[in-house]
């Protein structure tokens, strides 16, 4: 064969492939095409084939011809099956069509629990002021718990009655202060001192406003010019910020083993404004907290001069700030884990 047959030749399977490709809509069709005409047994392997008789000074000529050619089918190829490829991809996604008009799915959210949410309202306010917050196990000495904030064996809240005793010597902490002397302790006679403790306590008491678990915040400021006025006026504070500006706050003269004077805050209620109602049992107050500066005895057990350093400490029931500011009639809603009842509370 030599040149000018060669053109011929490929000039004519050229218009045949041209035409074929253009029926192929399928992949079978499409590998029909590659077998015919790129495969084995096709045309141009048939001419590659004769290159052999091919006279010597054509030879290279009739190679170049034929690569040439054999390029041009196999994009032929090539691009057909893109061409169906994308078809298919085009077809898939028509049919998988999302259906907008369907009820969307929604994933349960959770919320806050009630007792979080006014704790960390009330952390970040005593963040503000300078507080750290410190932490003490719920497991505690009867040392910790009693003896060092001056508690004596003869008082009634040893009694185990009203504590939980888990073994000889260590209870289940009736109170927050039983942080006030970890935090002492561990100060080694160093000051200031400027804490809250938020955490779970426990005593054996049951009623719509007790139950034998519930949350406290303890604050404890000890240094060498922390005076009444001060506490007077951060209780004043955090009362009117958890609150409202508009609260009036009251202070009573009260009793605790570990603060002398000891004191107990009312806020004027903010159901009635004062006036008297079921809320406030018709007092026009609602009673909010104790308070107190550190005793004596209790800086002197653990381990500071209490002619040199002074202090105050407030315990504040976050299960009795949380019933009053969400209206919340029994204090067992908090540990029930009804979610009906949690998903009411969202975070501002
Ligand atoms: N620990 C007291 C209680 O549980 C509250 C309190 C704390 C009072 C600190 C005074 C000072 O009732």
Excluded at 33 to 53: D, P, Q, Y
Aim: include cysteine; aromatic fraction near 8%; glycine fraction near 6%.
């Amino acid at each position: 064969m030599n040149l000018e047959q060669l053109s011929q030749a490929i000039e004519e399977e050229r218009k045949v492939c041209l035409e074929e490709i253009k029926e192929v809509d399928n992949i079978d069709k499409l590998n029909l095409f590659k077998g015919k005409h790129i495969g084995k047994k096709s045309l141009l392997t048939e001419l590659f084939a004769s290159m052999r008789n091919v006279d010597a000074n054509d030879k290279k000529e009739y190679g170049k011809m034929l690569t040439s050619f054999r390029e041009e089918v196999n994009s032929l190829f090539v691009n057909k099956e893109k061409e169906l490829a994308d078809k298919k991809l085009l077809e898939k996604i028509n049919n998988e069509k999302v259906d907008i008009t369907l009820p969307p799915y929604s994933l349960p959210l959770g919320s806050y629990h009630p007792l979080t949410l006014i704790t960390e309202e009330m952390v970040s306010f005593f963040k503000g002021l300078g507080f750290e917050v410190a932490s003490g196990p719920e497991v505690e000495t009867e040392r910790n718990n009693f003896e060092l904030v001056n508690i004596p064996s003869d008082h009634p809240s040893r009694d185990m009655q009203d504590s939980f005793v888990v073994d000889k010597g260590i209870v289940l902490r009736s109170h927050t202060s039983a942080v006030q002397s970890r935090v002492m302790q561990s100060a080694n006679g160093q000051s200031p001192i400027k804490i809250i403790c938020p955490g779970k306590v426990y005593r054996r008491d049951s009623d719509a406003t007790h139950s034998h678990q519930f949350e406290q915040m303890e604050g404890l400021v000890i240094s060498s010019d922390a005076t009444f006025a001060n506490l007077l006026e951060l209780l004043t504070k955090v009362l009117r910020h958890l609150f409202g500006e508009k609260r009036e706050v009251r202070f009573r003269p009260s009793y605790f083993p570990f603060t002398e004077p000891s004191i107990e805050a009312d806020i004027s209620c903010f159901e009635c404004n004062g006036k008297g109602c079921s809320l406030c049992k018709h007092t026009g107050w609602i009673e909010i907290l104790g308070a107190g500066m550190v005793h004596p005895n209790v800086l002197r057990l653990n381990g500071y001069d209490d002619n040199k350093v002074q202090g105050f400490a407030f315990g504040i029931g976050i299960d009795r700030v949380a019933m009053l500011k969400y209206g919340i009639d029994d204090i067992k809603r908090f540990y029930l884990d009804d979610v009906r009842f949690l998903r009411q509370f969202k975070k501002e």
